[in-house]
């Protein structure tokens, strides 16, 4: 794939100084920061415990895959949109059915009004596509990738980390935790706690379906020939289901209450089709037939975990990013983006760096403009889920009259209730989600902040110049 990277863009502004970054964690916080500090001129080694056999194993049974538009977009102005393009199916509109009937509530069409106003594209993909593209640009990039290292302990102090087969000792000027939220740098900051996300315990099952199975189902084909790319959310009582089209499959994933097997948030394991028979049992015969088509079903338990007070380490030379920082709930939308986000945000504040003093302020720079946005965006995928999944009452019965009535007058679900109001509160809620410019938020921080600390130090500054006009901030 290297061979396809021709748009790919090195960023305007390079570091003044050059410093060795160590990536624990090859998966796609880990594999798009190296990508993103690179592009700025850094050293990057990325330590990926799975080896070459394993990431190809990964490739062959990985679960569907969501990129907003606050992701496209960076992912674009990197010049990747020909290759996300190759991977990926754009998506049109989504709509909104009962779990246990099939009925249409409603529909919502975005086309190129999300273009226009996010200047990214909704599409489909899966995991480990995704994950290859970011894995073939950090190599093409210039970043050292090396597979089957898994890592025995980290030591922010002295910026080592210790490979636990070799016993090699590597060093660095800045460690990135980029292992997840249950990996070694996340327990450096935090003992690992999980809290549950709503009364009963959840799990979520991830699935997809070969397209030629479901082309030869006269019942399910219709999923293919809709004007529109579709993505579809089945509401039911303690339980739902998302589905879109991705190349070569459909998507889905399956959430409902942990009754016989409570997950973990790994996504490493495997149940047969058959084991959600008892899941299945009140969904709509449509929904069932899908399921029955899958060769595999991925499982993961759904948690919030708890908010990690600080990211960056005492020592301020190791910093956590994506699920080490923030995990979102499995199957979140934004899970991905905030990852890609965060390689963005935290290169951009690098390519600012001329002194070895900048290093830790840079860190909690990232800090102080990611926690916000994360958390915010944390919690509204939490909610997205329960009310996916809202058990049956009047709050249900009033959402989906809400819908209907909106159906009935031939509005889309996200608009709004009058002339006056053309989009609900929630899809402007959405659309300032996806709009959001991660770039555009540190080059904000250092005209506002950066450079004012560097001439309080009596910094000369007068070598930086932006090249673009720096935007308002977005609202998190």
């Not at 593209?133 to 597979?147: D, I, K, M, P, Q």
């Not at 939220?181 to 809290?195: C, I, Y």
């Amino acid at each position: 794939m290297s061979e396809s990277f021709k748009e790919f863009k090195i960023a305007d502004k390079q570091a003044t100084l050059k410093i060795d970054f160590l990536i624990v964690g090859g998966d796609m916080a880990g594999l798009a920061c190296a990508v993103a500090l690179r592009r700025v001129g850094h050293r990057v080694t990325v330590l990926e415990q799975d080896n070459s056999d394993t990431l190809n194993k990964r490739r062959e049974s990985s679960g569907p895959c969501r990129i907003a538009p606050n992701l496209s977009k960076i992912l674009y102005h990197w010049g990747l949109k020909n290759e996300l393009r190759s991977i990926a199916v754009e998506a049109d509109q989504v709509n909104l059915l009962l779990y246990e009937t099939g009925e249409l509530l409603g529909t919502h069409y975005w086309g190129e009004e999300v273009l226009r106003d996010t200047q990214g594209e909704f599409a489909f993909t899966q995991h480990a596509a995704l994950r290859h593209l970011l894995y073939e640009l950090a190599l093409f990039s210039g970043a050292v990738v090396r597979l089957g290292a898994k890592v025995s302990t980290v030591d922010p102090v002295n910026q080592t980390v210790t490979l636990a087969e070799s016993g090699e000792k590597l060093q660095a000027d800045v460690i990135i935790g980029a292992d997840g939220p249950t990996g070694l740098t996340r327990r450096l900051l935090r003992p690992p706690v999980k809290e549950q996300l709503a009364a009963e315990r959840m799990n979520m099952y991830s699935m997809t379906i070969p397209r030629e199975a479901i082309m030869e189902d006269t019942d399910l084909a219709y999923l293919y020939s809709q004007k529109y790319t579709t993505m579809h959310n089945w509401f039911g009582h303690g339980r739902s289901a998302l589905g879109f089209p991705v190349r070569d499959g459909f998507g889905l994933f399956i959430y409902g209450p942990a009754t016989d097997v409570e997950y973990d948030t790994q996504w490493d394991q495997h149940i047969s089709p058959e084991s959600l028979d008892s899941l299945l049992l009140t969904a709509e015969p449509k929904l069932k037939k899908l399921c029955r088509l899958s060769e595999e079903v991925i499982c993961t338990g759904v948690w919030i975990q708890p908010e990690l007070e600080d990211w960056v380490h005492q020592s301020g030379r190791m910093l956590v990013i994506g699920e080490a920082a923030h995990p979102l709930p499995s199957g979140s939308l934004q899970s991905t983006a905030m990852t890609i986000e965060d390689a963005a945000v935290l290169a951009k504040l690098f390519s600012h760096l001329r002194q070895r003093d900048q290093i830790t302020t840079f860190l909690w720079a990232f800090q102080e403009l990611r926690q916000p946005r994360c958390d915010s965006v944390t919690t509204k995928e939490a909610g997205i889920i329960l009310c996916m999944t809202m058990e049956q009452s009047e709050v249900q019965q009033q959402r989906d009259d809400v819908t209907r009535a909106k159906r009935d007058m031939g509005k889309g679900i996200l608009g709004g209730d009058g002339e006056d109001s053309p989009e609900s509160p929630e899809w402007v809620e959405v659309k300032d989600v996806f709009g959001y410019s991660a770039e555009d938020e540190a080059d904000n921080w250092w005209v506002q902040w950066g450079l004012l600390r560097e001439r309080a130090k009596g910094t000369d500054v007068s070598y930086e110049t932006l090249p673009i006009q720096v935007k308002t901030a977005v609202s998190h």
